[in-house]
């Protein structure tokens, strides 16, 4: 019988700490060629809104798996979460059922982790300084993640929303302060973090100084662009999947198509980084749309420990 695991479940059984080991070696496994993952198959619902269905297969873990997201943008003014997720994981040998979690917390805290992947390989080791550019999970989850990988002295964070971002200082542990505007807190900083729901460019080059590691996890739609053209074309780009940042990201497919740079602009995945390849640049970019993997192996690993701490509750299908 499947195992059932409820987002609470699915938080008691994940640690940080360890899911960054586990984003690190799902990263590499899918750069290595060991893992089996098509491009996502993605439906259009309308404006902001869509569904997609993701699969995925790591061989040397042997853990198979599956998940379903809506992204609705619409969702916030509902009270509901814009990411909403499903994760079915299977049976390899068999193709049993072997559980079903609830993805929502997965996407959100395997985003964060892989962003401090990012942060561990392509920040300077001196990073002190962190900008947030949004006030949502995301931001919330960077916030917790990052901090084990650089000890920030200084974090700065704006919100087009200004009531959102007041209540993301106020619950917000450590040196954080609000910013009054998207320049104010990107200037001067070491590592920025590209958290909102834009479909415009939030981040002007011109803020951007030499050694600055951005991370960019949204505009994931080959129609939404959140970074200024011209950043993006200066720096070292690093990206999780070539071949889905060429379909579906929009800072990425509309500057090649504007004629800004060509497909070898992106210099390396993330997992060829951790695998030891090394880039230079006076500014690099981490192009985060999301594998498959990452949510397949993080769910993995919520099952083991699932199983070893007696969380959730088998059903009979």
Same mark, same amino acid.
């Given at each position: ?16 700490? #360890?899911?960054?080991?586990a984003m690190e ?21 309308r ?7 993701? &699969?995925?297969? *790591?061989?040397?873990?042997?853990i ?10 619409d969702?916030?003014?509902r009270? /509901? +979460? ?8 299977f049976? +390899? ?5 072997l559980?079903?979690m ?5 996407? #959100?805290?395997?985003t ?6 990012s942060?561990r390989?392509?920040?300077?080791? *001196?990073a002190?300084?962190l900008?947030?550019l ?8 960077? /916030?917790?993640?990052? =901090?084990?990988?650089r ?10 929303? &200004?009531?959102?971002?007041?209540? =993301? ?16 807190a990107?200037?001067?900083? *070491?590592?920025v973090?590209l ?9 002007? *080059?011109?803020?951007?100084? &030499?050694?600055?590691?951005v ?9 939404h662009?959140?970074?200024? &053209?011209a950043?993006?074309t200066?720096?070292?780009?690093v990206?999780d ?5 060429? #379909?579906g990201?929009?800072?990425?497919v509309q ?12 210099r390396a995945e993330?997992?060829e ?6 880039i ?5 970019? =981490? ?6 993997? #990452? ?13 070893e ?9």
């Open positions: 019988m499947p195992l059932w695991l409820s987002e609470s479940d699915v938080r008691a059984a994940l640690s940080i700490p #360890e899911l960054i080991e070696y799902a990263l590499a496994a899918f750069s290595s060629g060991g893992v089996v993952q098509p491009v996502r198959t993605a439906l259009e619902l404006d902001m809104a869509f569904f997609a269905l993701m &699969p995925a297969y *790591d061989k040397e873990r042997s198979l798996g599956a998940k379903l997201v809506s992204v609705i943008a969702n916030a003014s009270g /509901l +979460p814009t990411h909403l997720a499903v994760i079915s994981l049976d +390899p040998a068999t193709g049993e059922l559980a079903v609830d993805g929502r917390y997965i996407t #959100e805290v395997r964060a982790a892989v962003s401090a992947v942060v390989h392509l920040a300077r080791a *001196d002190s300084v900008a947030i949004g006030s949502g999970v995301q931001a919330r989850s960077h /916030l917790e993640a990052l =901090f084990l990988v000890q920030f002295e200084d974090v700065r964070a704006w919100s087009p929303t &200004p009531e959102h971002l007041r209540q =993301f200082v106020a619950s917000a542990a450590g040196p954080i302060r609000a910013a009054r505007t998207a320049e104010e990107v200037r001067g900083a *070491d590592v973090v958290a909102t729901s834009s479909t415009t460019p939030v981040i002007e *080059d011109e803020w951007v100084a &030499p050694g600055t590691h991370i960019s996890i949204g505009a994931c739609r080959p129609t662009r959140e970074m200024d &053209p950043l993006l200066r720096a070292r780009l990206v999947s070539r071949a889905a940042a060429l #379909e990201s929009g800072d990425v500057g090649i198509r504007e004629g800004r740079f060509g497909e070898d602009h992106i993330l997992g980084i951790v695998s030891g390849r090394r230079t640049g006076e500014v690099t970019i =981490f192009k985060s749309l999301g594998l498959v993997i #990452e949510d397949v192996v993080a769910a993995g690993l919520a099952y083991r420990r699932a199983l701490t007696g969380r959730g509750f088998q059903v009979t299908l």
